[in-house]
């Protein structure tokens, strides 16, 4: 599929020059920084992204899209590693997705730093896409006062159920163990030579400091597997890390200026419809597009994307340097509605048009409500059900979205709901809800909500989807056996989306009791009965109306100029489903990210590669386990610098608890540096 490009921009209002440096800490720890800046004699707002990947290996190419472009706009645009990772000096923290008091202590002193270099004007701004995005929300929710606004993509107010550990009260297996893994991989990465060691700036990474804090990081590593395992409910692990919960109880909990953006393609998307509902209006909007967990301007399916580097700088301008541009004359909330449209596992772009709020709760949307009917009917889908779910975290490869669903509906009671064919369209916007009249045969189980826009020729396109652990009916943070044999009421919300549901379609709701990989099963699960008569959907569903909201085209800096050598292997394929029909068993693999090398203009060459597996069989739900392998390279030809991290990680259970594996092996050449395994056995307590 062919692939549109931004346009590269090469003319700006300023020259730009950039450098590396060392901010120190209030501890004297210091952090590795660069720093892109406009050639001029006045002092700049500086925009701040802070977070842990490696800011001379993994994100450099995506840095050179953005960070010039900001300084060629009159901005201090810097990028920081922090603390424990990449060339920065120090240990990493322990609680890397709910967020380390020391991380943030640490983001916050960036900030004031920032503002009090000379060539600042002591007016900050942050932003940062997923992990960074997340970071931007926590620091502005301890409110330096130089922080004035903020850039959020794709972030997780809430890093219990809307991330990628739990959904529902559930473990999501696609993600909770897969990054884990990854991270796990991450964390092992050494600081490089060339730049940790560089004390005379000569660019040729003679010293030995980097090998000594890699061999002290190494030491301090363990499993995050162990610890999201060990917190199966909303607890205070998790609280400690929600700003949803800061927020929802202190709308002045952030006092900068926030900009929210999401894509209804990545799980994290319903952060934005918090944001616009509980921040006050005269400080926050929200975009959320069509897009995979991607910033907006890459031009990776699905589109169409828009120029959103010239929408922050409105953002910035506005708010960092006072300018009067009507960035907050723009709607609360701009998002995308898509029309329907056959399923598929890539779209280059969607159909569909942006549409404005003015408030959030919008007064265009009204909650109708669709009665299921029939007799009760006994749900007990196979252990295979969810194969067809798609990627967790889409990121715009060519097997992310999920595929037609009619295999999947086949394994789930389906409740359909006819579009007149001389109707308007059935738009929505929001977030969808089942209600469900249940009685279970064990304590333990799950239920799953597909909403699908079924076409005349039967093909059936996912929507969105939502679940729910049994024994988190009353919320997630605690969990209350199903009542045996009882009628009991629940209620499944399904994530947000934009859909118009076109005239001669259905709206199918579709219920199944098992979502592998997606969610772990419980145990003694077996099914439920589902009572129609006390049973319905509710849609968020849109009044049409006339929008006029309209994005530039996207552009970027000119590229950082990574190279990719050819090889005669063949990648191997996205996603295979295989099937051992004698055993009965199911096994997915998943290559997460496209491997191979890259040679970086500094002579880097930097390789990973990844393997994920899922396998289930038929036989129960105790067969469910996950296999991650991950393999890292940094190699420095110049400096004769080899580096190879090896991880492997597996989640297997029992009836009684999950079962991890974990092991890292490190080598600097061919000499093993470090080496080990863990072997954990946590409770299930819930999840």
């Not at 929001?430 to 279970?440: F, K, V």
Request: charged residues 25%; glycine residues 8%; hydrophobic residues 35%.
């Amino acid at each position: 599929m062919s692939r549109t490009k931004p346009r590269i921009r090469t003319d700006f209002p300023h020259e730009t020059r950039h450098e590396d440096l060392r901010i120190p800490l209030p501890d004297g720890t210091r952090l590795y920084a660069r720093v892109w800046r406009p050639v001029t004699d006045d002092p700049v707002p500086a925009l701040l992204e802070y977070l842990p990947d490696h800011l001379t290996d993994r994100t450099a190419p995506r840095d050179w899209q953005r960070h010039p472009w900001y300084a060629g706009h009159g901005y201090a645009s810097v990028r920081v590693d922090v603390r424990g990772h990449g060339n920065s000096e120090g240990l990493p923290g322990d609680a890397y997705d709910a967020y380390d008091a020391v991380e943030l202590a640490d983001g916050v002193a960036v900030v004031r730093w920032l503002a009090e270099q000379p060539w600042c004007t002591g007016k900050v701004g942050m932003f940062g896409i997923s992990r960074g995005g997340a970071g931007c929300l926590q620091v502005a929710a301890l409110a330096p006062e130089p922080l004035k606004a903020i850039v959020t993509v794709c972030a997780t107010d809430d890093p219990y159920a809307g991330d990628v550990h739990y959904r529902g009260g559930s473990v999501l297996a696609a993600g909770l163990p897969a990054r884990a893994a990854a991270l796990l991989a991450a964390v092992c990465r050494p600081p490089d030579p060339r730049y940790a060691d560089d004390a005379d700036g000569d660019g040729d990474g003679d010293g030995e400091e980097w090998r000594e804090l890699w061999l002290r990081r190494l030491a301090a590593v363990r499993p995050f597997v162990h610890t999201w395992l060990a917190h199966q409910t909303r607890d205070a692990y998790w609280r400690h890390g929600s700003v949803r919960e800061s927020v929802r109880e202190d709308q002045g909990a952030i006092r900068a200026a926030v900009l929210a953006v999401g894509g209804w393609h990545d799980p994290r998307r319903d952060t934005v419809l918090r944001l616009v509902e509980h921040l006050p209006q005269d400080r926050v909007r929200g975009i959320i597009g069509p897009w995979s967990h991607q910033y907006p301007d890459r031009c990776l399916p699905p589109g169409p994307a828009i120029g959103f580097l010239q929408e922050t700088l409105r953002w910035w301008d506005h708010h960092l340097k006072g300018v009067d541009n009507d960035v907050m004359a723009e709607p609360l909330l701009r998002s995308w509605i898509g029309d329907s449209h056959p399923p598929a596992t890539v779209y280059e772009e969607l159909p569909g048009r942006w549409v404005a709020e003015p408030a959030w709760p919008s007064p265009n949307v009204t909650p109708v409500t669709y009665a299921f009917q029939g007799t009760p009917v006994v749900v007990d889908s196979p252990q295979r059900t969810g194969l067809d779910a798609g990627r967790l975290v889409p990121r715009g490869d060519d097997a992310d979205l999920p595929p037609d669903q009619r295999d999947e509906d086949a394994c789930s009671a389906c409740f359909d709901f006819p579009v007149p064919e001389d109707a308007d369209p059935v738009e929505i916007l929001g977030r969808p809800a089942a209600h469900l009249r249940l009685m279970t045969p064990a304590p333990t189980g799950q239920v799953v909500a597909r909403l699908c826009d079924v076409a005349p020729d039967g093909s059936s396109t996912l929507v969105t989807r939502g679940m729910l652990n049994l024994s988190a009916r009353y919320g997630a943070d605690r969990a209350v056996e199903a009542q045996v044999g009882e009628w009991e009421s629940y209620v499944v919300e399904l994530d947000g989306i934009g859909h118009a549901f076109a005239p001669g379609h259905r709206v199918r709701l579709a219920v199944s009791s098992t979502y592998w990989p997606w969610i772990w099963p419980q145990p003694d699960a077996a099914g439920f009965t589902l009572d129609p008569a006390g049973s319905a959907l509710t849609l968020p569903v849109r009044a049409r109306t006339d929008d006029a909201v309209g994005f530039d085209a996207p552009e970027q800096s000119e590229p950082l100029g990574v190279s990719y050598p050819r090889t005669l292997e063949e990648p191997r394929p996205a996603r295979v489903v295989v099937r051992d029909v004698a055993k009965g068993e199911w096994r997915l693999e998943l290559d997460p990210r496209p491997g191979g090398t890259r040679v970086h203009p500094d002579g880097l060459e930097y390789t990973e590669e990844a393997t994920e597996t899922y396998t289930i069989a038929e036989s129960g739900p105790l067969t469910a386990r996950t296999r991650a392998d991950r393999t890292i390279r940094l190699h420095r030809p110049e400096l004769a610098w080899d580096v190879r991290i090896e991880t492997r990680s597996e989640v297997a259970c029992d009836a009684d608890a999950f079962l991890t594996s974990d092991e890292v092996i490190c080598k600097e050449g061919d000499e093993v540096v470090f080496h080990r395994t863990w072997e954990e056995r946590i409770p299930r307590t819930s999840g």
